[in-house]
């Protein structure tokens, strides 16, 4: 089993195990715990999971769409047959729909179709979110610049979380700040999400932001070091619980699987250069193993 492997089903033992079940605005309860800490080695090991499958190509597009594209437009996310955030997206006419979870004059949750007018301008959009706030503070291009000039700052904080741009926001980051520090030649980060769905997010997330270190690192002339992941509400839905008692039970039953490798085209040199179409021509992850796919549903 590959160490990422053994500590996602660690968390996902623990969870039910000493977790509580919590009512949530989906209408749909979560097993919870109020928080969790996660460590990996990228120089050691590339952190995709085999004890499920993971559509990486889909993950790496969409972190690419956030902070290389740096932009809010599901479109480009579909035209790669990227379909992750369609319940999400505005409307033509600047309206977005969707049945939420609220509560009612008695205190109780109920379902409720709701309709936000986010204004013709954010059509087709998640709103001020995610690459929005990427691109309006440069997010990625003031990191390499500060990584490449001075290397020793410790100001290198980069959040997706502005408060000015939350009520125009469909729904805030989750994932919504990271830390980088230059240590022994090596690229380290600390990641911090506020709220994962560990079944369906996690997994996203987490070889996301591994491609992201190795991009960083390979543009700036470092190697990849430590990624350090902080949990605020790390949480497992009652309805996906099934799912992850078979990933569990693969862990244990089947056989170990090896980690399969990141290649970055050695001729990009630019962070923007490489190549996002759906063919990640300079993006690949080799060697992928897995044990098939698991079906989760969505929260939303």
Known sequence: MTKW?????????KILKDGIEVESRTGTNAIKLDGY????????????????????????????WIYQVQSNDVRWLQER??????GWEIGEDGIWRATQTVLDENGNLVKQEIAKDFGIENAHT????????AERYKLMQSLIETIRKRPTDRRMVKSLWQDEY??????????????????????????HQRSCDIPLGLPFNVTQYAVLA??????????????RWSLNDPHIYVDQVSGIQKQIRRGEELED??????????????????????????IKVLKYKHHGPIPFPISQ
């Open 214 to 227: 190795n991009m960083i690192a390979h543009v700036t002339g470092y190697e990849p070091g430590i990624m």
């Open 126 to 133: 998640i709103g001020t979110a995610y690459g929005f706030i």
């Open 257 to 282: 699987l090896s980690a399969p490798e990141l290649w970055l085209n050695p001729e990009i040199k630019e962070f923007f250069d490489f190549d996002n179409s759906e063919e990640l021509a300079d």
């Open 166 to 191: 939350m009520p125009t926001a469909v729904l805030p980051s989750c994932v919504w700040s990271t830390e980088w520090n230059v240590w022994n030649n090596k690229i380290n980060l600390w990641v």
């Open 37 to 64: 800490y996660l460590e990996f080695n990228l120089g050691e090991e590339f952190p995709v999971l085999t004890t499920k499958k993971l559509y990486f190509t889909k993950a790496i597009l969409e972190m690419l």
């Open 5 to 13: 492997d053994r500590q996602y089903l660690e968390l996902c033992k």
């Open 81 to 86: 047959n990227v379909n992750i955030w369609d």
